[in-house]
């Protein structure tokens, strides 16, 4: 009984009101708190945007130092999740550690479990943001039968995480610059995007006052999803399997045919019908990557961007409005950067966590927000008496 909107997918429905990220999906446009993102990503680093991100305002050089500071002082995560860590079978997927990484920190942080407390809910945000690139790499060592490398704090975020990604304990590790901008620009790129899926569930847990590490494991579960974060793996499996410049035609025409479920993986979105701004950056930071390894001719990059012409030439995609997004170009710097493609989706999760814990703040703080009860449109049968089962 009553009315309700009918909205799958909920493509005309505002969950909240929101002052983080600003999208205008027709002209190619992403703001967080305002700041063009081509900005951010050239003049600045992503521990700053985690701070414009969670506060509103970018820092004073002072406000920085605090918080990096901060950020440092919780990037250890407590020894015996170790152990936790060693549960896992050593094929599983990353993003399958992830959600239970992430979600077991509530049983080792207890006192961040008060979300009522400005004060335990601002520790809990950094606690996520300098623990999750620590986990990140227990992951990948796991998947790769290496010994976690412990992280070191007078590095900066990324070159912390490749540190705690790349390095062995039997030989020195020197972080390339150039890696690590280009980690730091691809984390700036990925950290917050307003209300997607994941972000949504973010939202919907914490609704029901579940502590925070809870909600970023759904969210992160959520981001999984090859229509989601997913793509980008999905994206580079896609280009793989194309292999070649002249196979390009035959898969624009799967991906074309209403009969053939195929899909151009990192291309469309709900939200931006132009291109995305994201993958402006991520184009030029896929370069720098590839110039900075010597790469001078991958296979990948040249299907990559044939297909990108053939696409936003031909008349499907340029009606549809599908434009690359920022999953096509990032698969392929990541894996020339070493990562294997199961770790993409995880990359993306670590980015987005400031992004998750940012709007879950907000969604706190804001008087208005009840928990989230969708409602629905009943097409079931109505109601019948019961039916023994001798009678069936
Ligand atoms: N290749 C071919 N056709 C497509 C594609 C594509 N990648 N994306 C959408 N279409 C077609 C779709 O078949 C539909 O056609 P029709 O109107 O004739 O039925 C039309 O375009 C609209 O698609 P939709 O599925 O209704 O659009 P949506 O807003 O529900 O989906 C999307 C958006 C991103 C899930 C979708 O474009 C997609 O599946 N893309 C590939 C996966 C991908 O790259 N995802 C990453 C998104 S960006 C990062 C992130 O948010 O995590």
């Not at 479990?113 to 996520?128: E, G, H, K, L, Y």
């Not at 060592?141 to 540190?163: C, M, W």
């Not at 170009?329 to 940012?358: D, E, H």
């Not at 049968?381 to 089962?389: I, L, N, S």
Request: hydrophobic content about 40%.
């Amino acid at each position: 009984t009553g009315y309700f909107t009918y909205d799958p997918g909920f493509t005309s429905t505002a969950s909240c009101e929101s002052d983080i990220t600003y999208i205008d999906g027709d002209k190619g446009e992403l703001l967080y708190r305002g700041y063009p993102i081509e900005q951010i990503a050239e003049k600045g680093n992503f521990l700053e945007t985690c701070y414009l991100l969670l506060n509103g305002e970018l820092p004073t050089k002072q406000e920085y130092d605090e918080f990096s500071y901060a950020i440092s002082r919780h990037t250890m995560v407590h020894e015996q999740m170790q152990y936790f860590l060693r549960g896992f079978r050593r094929d599983a997927h990353p993003m399958a550690i992830m959600v239970g990484m992430v979600g077991a920190l509530s049983a080792f942080y207890h006192d961040s479990t008060d979300i009522n407390d400005p004060q335990q809910r601002m520790i809990a945000s950094r606690r996520m943001i300098a623990k999750i690139p620590t986990i990140a790499s227990m992951a990948y060592k796991y998947s790769i039968g290496q010994p976690v490398v412990y992280p070191r704090n007078d590095l900066s975020y990324a070159e912390n995480f490749l540190h705690m990604c790349f390095s062995v304990p039997a030989e020195k590790y020197n972080v390339s610059p150039v890696l690590a901008d280009a980690m730091d620009k691809i984390f700036i790129l990925h950290a917050d995007h307003e209300q997607n899926a994941s972000t949504s569930t973010v939202r919907l847990a914490g609704s029901s006052g579940a502590n925070p590490f809870a909600c970023i494991a759904a969210g992160i579960a959520c981001l999984w999803g090859p229509a989601h974060g997913g793509a980008n793996e999905a994206a580079l499996n896609m280009l793989q399997e194309i292999g070649s410049v002249d196979r390009i035609p035959e898969y624009v025409a799967k991906a074309k045919d209403k009969n053939d479920p195929f899909r151009l993986m990192g291309f469309g979105h709900r939200v931006y019908k132009n291109y995305d701004p994201r993958a402006k950056v991520m184009q030029q930071t896929c370069h720098a990557v590839l110039k900075e390894l010597g790469i001078n001719d991958d296979p990948l990059l040249d299907v990559a961007m044939e297909l990108e012409r053939i696409a936003l030439s031909d008349e499907y995609f340029i009606e549809k409005k599908l434009y690359p997004n920022i999953d096509f170009y990032s698969g392929i710097t990541l894996k020339a950067m070493g990562f294997p493609t199961t770790m993409f989706t995880v990359l993306f999760a670590l980015a987005r966590t400031v992004g998750w814990i940012a709007q879950w703040n907000e969604m706190i703080e804001d008087p208005k927000q009840r928990i989230g009860r969708p409602r629905q449109l009943f097409t079931g049968a109505t109601q019948r008496e019961y039916v023994d089962t001798a009678k069936r």
